[in-house]
């Protein structure tokens, strides 16, 4: 099926104007995701270049220490809920039927409404620069949360609140397609990879997200009733709120990095014409993160309110969580080594997320020593840890995947050397500015503020230049996108000659993906193992046998 | 499910497998319900999690001064609710056997019983003497029954939509009655959930 | 493996190694450290810092070499070697980081004991209590000791063994500023004025909302939450004059709520003690006088009159 197939008048086309409808199709999902959630990065970066704007000068001048508090809260909120979410989720939607060979996703009209409720989450908390926006982080703890304005805070909370059903949605959709949907020959160890991570994403979505649900409904109480559950003037308990909050929130941050390191485990193979090393122990320290994750929230609370023990305990699980993870990096690493390495922008931004991930994970498994973070806790090497692992981590693998599927989803190749140029720009940005981060949090910088101690002054202004060179980096991206759409190189099916069964299919896939029911004639990595791919004629052979052997 | 890439030499290969998504589908929705209540029984989960905090830290629980719950109207309350359950698992043995007018019959009485429930709950709220906001055990009380409760509408809801469809001749069947499961399935969460929340607020 | 290629390895090891105990050891990261806590905190960030940056060196090493070594040559079109895994190599890199989280574990948990993190005695926690006097509504809580939470940082064992009594301050953290009360003399001021060489304890309480209590010479910080009291033991060494930052996000002026640490000799601080019994006893009427001006500062008209600037800033900020 390696042959392109070529897009014949009987069928029908993709219209534009299908992606501004209530569609129903997971393509067109996949793509209203990543483009929408790509449109909140841009609101979301140009918030971040507002603060690096702010603290390149101790003093608070650029902005009111208010509106500064604005900024980081709405910051933090978009870049968690309404860009790197709804990204992982948009490349779920567009690859998992493809990957396991069915024609959509086990609740197509349920998928729609879990995309649209990005927009309108999304919409409710840009409306609140407009009417009063949320300033108590993206953490929002109270008292701190109840006293600084309630309809702020009310925006805030109900947007949240439509972000988590929609991913909940999306996740119900995800586990159902998986398990219920592979082609038959598809046993649980022959599934690409990426498949793995979004089982593991989706079962801690399922298990973290309502209880933020629960934790933000007590909350509004507390906000517009009066009642005291979070509030300590009438008997309630504020610790309370930061057991429940980050109880999703910790999952949170391996549900934003999970889906790449799927996409890092798919990408890493191709490019070095190798299998991936180690399948196995991949696919289930996936497993074993999530279910980790779900044991280790108080990490997040080393300096609060918890007893010594708890502190103790939480401080073992995290550092655990080091083993898989390094399960997979050293899987990673052994991947390409002894590979034929091909150094296309996907293949650099793959190879650059394990560079820069790396950094953070370390930092991250400092910050679990409990006493070192008695130090460190809600400093600035916070704020580099987990820039690091969210920006270097989750982001770069995005980029990642975008190179390497856009023949896929158009069927014409992005343009390889501004594909590098936006690469370098940005692994060299990101160092600049979040690298020095480490070194003022351990001098004495704490996070959150606007005004601060002008001796810290000059790595502050390295960070804020790194930041402008990160604004520069995306330009690139936007028009090689942009650009490539028209008129880039066309692409075949199988433009990278990948072996799992999303490039079984046209470039651009049909409308329900396969022309036939597609056949697994190899597992998803068995590079350099079976027919040499010279011919596509012995791969059309060997579909036909195996289809005659299958009764067909 | 547009089938417009059919290619005339694969008409019956297509047809056959339509076939088969179709009966598969049937399964998928039950999963996807299973799926759903995992998540609702997380929030459950949160709440109750939130209270059993409040119970072990606070100095004192319910706090001074907090009228004792009346115990009688609540319990024969939770009896009349999980017996319901029974009751409506007789409506979808029912089904099974194709006997539409029993499903009627057996919803029709869950659905009463629920509303009973309801009924009940509502007027605990008017005889209480402590509000929403007289105190944090008070505040718990009234969240949490009144998440419930909210389930429990919501679930009666569903059962009076399956009532309506049955009127439709051949809806329901022994092969296909995924709403008459749904919403069998979703009354006894709410019923599990309730028994939970009771030896909690009620009895703990 | 040739026996060129294995001495390459070992060279590259050490190599990695001599770098990371060198700089694990001399990275200059940390401000100076004024207690014997800082320093404990210290040792185990230098040993994680030699380990972080031999792993660093490891991985980024490898993946640098491999991008350079293993590029596909432009007219070699076939796939690399089938190799699958190797269960051998797959069990030492999942042995490797267990052994190492298990030490860094243990010796955590060795420094977070000596700073007297697990002294059960001083880290008791009355659980949830009312925040101030004339909020305490019908349902306030009463207090009563459920003394199984611990919060925070007891006297250390050291200093138990050498029985020494801690001085004891209060401190309560309020928007947007610290308030430290002399339980012994009744003094209160807006810095914290400790003598060297006497082990501390301070009881932390906040306000409003949640604060935090952070000297980042003393590497030591917990948060204030209204309702709870928490404690911070330390025993300060180096005089000088170190800041006190407020870490928890507390409202818009939250970076401004900063002040001092003076570790002074006794002499010194003995006679600032004096100064202030003086300076309060004086002031005293003044502050009386501002009662009922504002509802949010009053419980603290008494304290605050030691400083009326502070006063003034105060009801500027609460706006
Ligand atoms: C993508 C998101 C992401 C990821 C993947 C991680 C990964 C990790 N994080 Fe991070 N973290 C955040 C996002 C993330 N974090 C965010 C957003 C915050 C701040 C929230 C806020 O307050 O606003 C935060 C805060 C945070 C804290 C709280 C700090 C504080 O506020 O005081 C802690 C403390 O334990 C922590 C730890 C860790 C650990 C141990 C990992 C581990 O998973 C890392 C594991 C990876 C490695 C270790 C590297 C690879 C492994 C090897 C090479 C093997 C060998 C290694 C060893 C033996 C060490 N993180
Ligand atoms: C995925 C998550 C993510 C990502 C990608 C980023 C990206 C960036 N972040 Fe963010 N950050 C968070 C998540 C993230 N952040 C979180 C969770 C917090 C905590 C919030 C809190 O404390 O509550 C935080 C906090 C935070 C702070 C600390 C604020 C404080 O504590 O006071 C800083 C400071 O430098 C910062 C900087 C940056 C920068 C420079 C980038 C850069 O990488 C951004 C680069 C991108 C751009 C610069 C966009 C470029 C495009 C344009 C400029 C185009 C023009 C615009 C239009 C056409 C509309 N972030
Ligand atoms: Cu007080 Cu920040
Ligand atoms: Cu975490």
């Avoid at chain 1, 008048?9 to 209203?32: A, C, L, M, S």
């Avoid at chain 1, 649900?213 to 906000?223: Q, T």
């Avoid at chain 1, 995947?401 to 590098?420: D, L, Q, S």
């Avoid at chain 3, 796939?79 to 298990?102: H, K, M, Q, S, Y």
Wanted: proline share 6%; charged share 15%; aromatic share 12%.
């Amino acid at each position: 099926m390696t042959t392109p197939v070529s897009t014949s008048q009987t069928e029908p086309q993709r219209n534009w104007k299908d992606y501004f409808t209530f569609n129903t199709d997971h393509k067109v999902i996949g793509i209203q995701y990543l483009v929408t959630s790509f449109i909140f990065y841009l609101i979301g970066g140009a918030l971040a270049a507002a603060i690096r704007t702010e603290l390149a000068t101790p003093e608070s001048d650029f902005v009111d220490p208010e509106v500064y508090n604005q900024l980081f809260t709405v910051h933090g909120t978009v870049m968690i809920f309404l860009w790197i979410v709804p990204a992982g989720a948009g490349l779920a939607n567009y690859l998992i039927p493809l990957m396991i060979g069915a024609k959509d996703m086990a609740f197509p009209r349920l998928n729609a409404v879990a995309f649209w409720l990005i927009p309108v989450g999304g919409l409710l908390l840009m409306a609140s620069f407009f009417i009063e926006a949320p300033q108590a982080g993206w953490t929002s703890y109270p008292p701190l949360s109840l006293t600084m304005g309630q309809v702020g805070e009310e925006i805030w909370i109900l947007s949240v609140l439509i972000l988590g059903t929609s991913s909940i949605l999306g996740a119900i959709n995800f586990l159902a397609t998986i398990i219920k949907m592979r082609i038959p020959e598809m046993g649980w160890f022959d599934m690409p990879l990426f498949c793995w991570s979004m089982v593991a994403t989706a079962i801690m979505v399922l298990l973290s997200t309502p209880v933020l649900a629960a934790a933000l409904i007590m909350l509004s109480f507390d906000l517009l009733v009066g009642t005291s559950f979070f509030d300590p003037n009438g008997g309630g308990d504020p610790v309370v709120y930061q057991h429940m909050f980050w109880f999703y929130s910790h999952p949170a941050v391996y549900i934003m990095i999970l889906p790449f390191f799927g996409v890092i485990s798919d990408i890493l193979p191709v490019h070095a014409r190798k299998p991936i090393f180690g399948y196995r122990a991949i696919a289930l320290s996936s497993l074993a993160i999530s279910f980790l994750s779900l044991i280790v929230w108080a990490h997040h609370m080393f300096t609060t309110g918890t007893p010594a023990w708890l502190r103790i305990f939480f401080m073992a699980t995290t550092m655990a969580v080091a083993i898989p993870t390094g399960i997979k990096v050293f899987g990673w690493c052994a991947t390409i080594w002894g590979g034929k390495l091909r150094l296309n922008s996907a293949m650099l931004f793959g190879i650059g997320f394990v560079s820069s991930f790396v950094i953070g994970g370390l930092s991250g498994v400092m910050l679990a020593s409990t006493p070192f973070d008695l130090h460190a806790h809600d400093t600035y090497f916070v704020v580099g840890h987990f820039h690091y692992v969210l920006f270097g981590g989750s982001v770069l693998g995005l980029f990642g995947a975008i190179y390497h599927w856009f023949p896929k989803m158009t069927g014409r190749y992005m343009n390889e050397f501004w594909g590098k140029v936006h690469f370098w720009l940005t692994l060299i940005g990101l160092n600049i500015t979040f690298l020095p981060m480490h070194e003022l949090g351990l001098e004495g910088m704490n996070r959150r503020i606007a005004i601060y101690d002008a001796e810290f002054q000059p790595l502050n202004v390295v960070a804020t230049l790194g930041s402008y060179l990160l604004a520069v980096s995306t330009f690139p991206f936007m028009i090689n996108v942009v650009w490539a759409i028209f008129k880039g190189q066309p692409a075949s099916g199988n433009p990278w000659k990948a072996l799992t069964l999303e490039w079984q299919t046209s470039s651009p896939p049909l409308i329900e993906n396969f022309e036939e029911e597609p056949v697994l004639w190899c597992g998803p990595y068995d590079y350099g193992i079976d027919v040499p791919p010279e011919d596509q004629q012995s791969v059309q052979e060997l579909l036909s046998e195996v289809k005659t052997d299958m009764g067909r | 499910m547009q089938g417009s890439t059919v290619n005339p030499s694969q008409e019956e290969l297509q047809y056959a497998e339509t076939a088969t998504t179709e009966q598969e589908h049937e399964d998928h929705r039950m999963f996807g319900v299973v799926l759903f209540l995992v998540a609702e029984s997380m929030i459950f989960f949160g709440l109750f999690s939130a209270y059993l905090i409040y119970y072990f830290v606070m100095p004192e629980w319910p706090p001074e001064g907090t009228p004792e719950l009346e115990l009688l109207l609540p319990g024969v309350n939770s009896l009349i609710l999980i017996s319901s359950s029974f009751v409506m698992h007789r409506g979808q043995t029912a089904i099974k056997n194709d006997d539409v007018s029993g499903l009627r019959f057996w919803f029709t009485l869950t659905a009463i019983m629920g509303a009973i429930f309801l009924g009940g709950q509502v007027y605990e709220y008017s005889t209480l003497e402590f509000g929403l906001t007289t105190n944090l055990f008070a505040s718990c009380f009234y969240v949490l029954t009144g998440f419930h409760g909210m389930h429990v509408t919501l679930g009666l809801f569903l059962i009076l939509f399956v009532l309506l469809r049955s009127r439709r001749d051949n809806h329901y069947s022994s092969e296909s009655h995924f709403g008459v499961e749904a919403s069998e399935l979703y009354w006894h969460f709410v019923d599990v959930v309730w028994i939970i929340l009771f030896g909690l607020v009620y009895l703990l | 493996m040739t026996t060129a290629n294995k001495i390459t390895i070992i060279v590259l090891a050490i190599l990695i190694a001599i770098i990371s105990l060198w700089y694990g050891q001399n990275h200059g990261l940390l401000p100076a450290a004024v207690a014997p806590e800082a320093e404990a905190i210290d040792g185990l960030f230098d040993f994680m810092m030699i380990i972080a940056t031999g792993l660093f060196l490891l991985i980024q090493g490898l993946l640098i070499y491999t991008a350079i070594r293993f590029r596909r040559k432009p007219s070699d079109d076939t796939d690399g070697p089938p190799i699958e895994g190797n269960v051998a190599l797959e069990i030492v890199w999942t042995g490797i980081p267990t052994v190492i989280v298990l030490i860094l574990s243990i010796y955590s948990f060795e420094v977070y004991s000596t700073i007297g993190g697990l002294n059960p005695k001083a880290a008791k926690d009355e659980g949830p209590q009312p925040v101030a006097e004339e909020t305490q509504s019908e349902q306030g809580l009463m207090a009563s000791a459920s003394d199984y939470l611990a919060l925070g940082l007891g006297e250390s064992p050291a200093n138990q063994a050498k029985n020494l009594t801690p001085l004891s301050i209060d401190v309560n953290a309020i928007q947007y500023a610290f308030l430290f009360t002399y339980p012994d003399t009744g003094v209160v001021a807006s810095e914290l004025h400790v003598p060297v060489g006497q082990p501390i304890q301070l009881n932390i309480s906040a306000g409003d909302v949640i604060h935090a209590f952070w000297v980042p010479q003393l590497r030591l910080k917990q948060d204030a939450i209204p309702g709870r009291e928490a404690q911070l033991s330390f025993t300060p060494e180096k005089p000088g004059t170190y800041p006190i930052i407020c870490a928890e996000l507390c409202g818009p002026y939250h970076g401004a709520m900063k002040t001092n640490l003076i570790i002074e000799s006794q002499q010194d601080y003995e006679a600032w003690l004096q100064q202030q019994q003086v300076a309060q006893s004086e002031s005293l009427d003044n502050a009386v006088a501002l009662e009922n001006s504002n509802s949010l500062l009053t419980p603290y008209a008494n304290q605050l009159g030691v400083n009326q600037q502070l006063l003034d800033e105060l009801k500027a900020y609460s706006q």
